[in-house]
């Protein structure tokens, strides 16, 4: 199993090493440090994951502590049935002083940060502890042994069983500590049963040594699993700790982000105010000029020069209004006055307003909203800069004798759709997406020329999440474009709250700001 790809390159801080053949050898080459040589190891990668599995084998032996003290205390009262006082006193003095110094250097390994050299010198206190300490268990049996009573015998032999088979449950996932400890255990045992020297003894030693390399087997494969599975956590804890990193750093772009585009905004609109007051004032004298309102001009040019000038300046100063919009709106400082707004009237307003412009080009400019339908709640100005931006842009993109619908209609989920449809050259599938973008101009735009910054959209899709509804672009090329604005059920005037809020002899102005609030 290669598990090179899937590994984290996080993983290589933590120096999980694999030892011998197994299926995760091929982790050695990525989770190698990749520390300088020069570099102090930190804790956790100097230990790698030997260390992780010793400490595992350490925090069961504090844990267990008292049950081996019980045991030994157990075999000496025993023992002085027929051993001397003083020799069982000698051996259980030095098996507990054994235990408390393997204690002792428990909580001090605990207690203070290692180097990888400080590591091995470790592992090999313990190692020397447990020696020391199984050697002092098996030496019982030569001590304690009866030459005329098996039964103390066997009562010997199953009290250090007992002991060497917790010793392989509490240290199982080490095996350097596991067989300097139970291995002398073991090796003492059967050579009790060899000095005996019968066939049963002989038996015995056997199956002693079977069991032992049995029991050194499964716990290699106890220390394989925790092996593998202490080399998945890191790699767990290493990807949540990348994770948490980049979730980080994209807060931190966003942040910055956010503050670039407040700055924009704010640039944008303290321009558009400082631009608008000359402005105002080319588009006045302009307009004097063209009207000669103070005498005719000697020269009809700068009569002609002087109605350039300000046809010009009015489409600058658009420019400039549209521009000071999308500040506003991106800024979040696009304040709305919510009032009942009827489509129908809004629409004809439009309609009246582009019907010159759409005469020019032979157009036909309709609405079809039923007078009877549902107002909203709306900003009415708001209401009027989406239609016009959306009439605006269907009548400059439509060939001449093309046509224009201004239609709206009740969905079926409550909402209200406003349409703009024109039988334009229509909008590519890869630009529809972009199209609600700030400046962003399509392909058929640029190449015919056609005049215009490409704020229209980007404003009427602020303006309508300002209201909480959404923007749909519906093009076909060559068949035309149907923009759709829908606006939430919410505020939509339908049943009672409708008659309330757009009857003002029905309620009071309180009453109906109060079910604008909770409606």
Known sequence: ?????????????????????????????????????????????????????????????ITLAPIIPMLAVL???????????????????????????????????????????EQRDWIGMFAASELLQGTLWVSSLFLFWSETNPSQNLFLFATIMTVNVMRLLVIANFMPVLVAGTGIVALGMAGRCLVEQTNVHYAMATVIIVLEVFFLFVSRQLQETARERLIFKA??????????????????????????????????????????TPLNAILGFSEVLEREMFGPLPNTTYKDYAGDIH??????????????DLSRIEAGRKDLTDEPVALHEAAEQTRRLLEVRAAE???????????????????????NQILINLATNAVKFTPEGGEVMISAYLERDGRMALTVTDNGPGIPKQEQRQALA????????????????????????????????????????REG???????????????????????????SETQRKLLVMTG
């Open 1 to 61: 199993m290669q598990r090179e790809d899937t590994i984290s390159p996080a993983l290589a801080r933590h120096n999980f090493q694999p030892q011998g053949s197994h299926s995760l050898g091929s982790l050695k080459s990525i989770l190698r440090p990749q520390k300088p040589a020069e570099a102090e190891p930190d804790t956790r990668s100097a230990i790698g994951w030997q260390g992780e599995l010793l400490e595992i084998s350490l925090k069961n032996q």
């Open 75 to 117: 075999m000496a009262v025993t023992a002085m049935l027929w051993v001397p006082a003083t020799n069982v006193m000698a051996w259980l003095i030095g098996t507990l002083g054994a235990h408390s110094l393997q204690l002792h250097l428990c909580n001090r390994y605990f207690k203070k940060e290692r180097t990888a050299q």
């Open 235 to 276: 790699e767990k804890d290493a990807l949540i700790q990348e994770l948490q990193s980049e979730r980080d750093r994209a807060e931190e772009e966003r942040k910055k982000a956010d503050s670039a585009n407040k700055a924009k905004s704010s640039f944008l609109a303290n321009m558009s105010h400082e631009l608008r």
């Open 311 to 324: 046809t010009s300046g009015r489409h600058l100063l658009g420019l400039i209004n549209d521009i000071l």
């Open 361 to 383: 080009k032979s157009l036909t400019l309709a609405v079809r909203v039923p007078t009877d339908i549902p107002k909203v709640m709306a900003d009415h100005r708001s209401i």
């Open 438 to 477: 700030a400046f962003a101009r399509g392909a058929h735009a640029t190449k015919q020329a056609i005049e215009g910054a490409g704020l229209g959209l980007p404003i009427v899709n602020g303006l309508m999440e300002a209201h909480g509804g959404t923007v749909e672009i519906n093009s076909k090329m």
């Open 481 to 507: 474009t149907t923009v759709i604005c829908r606006f939430p059920a919410a505020r939509v005037l339908t049943g009672p709250r409708g008659e309330v809020l757009t009857s003002p002899s029905v309620a």
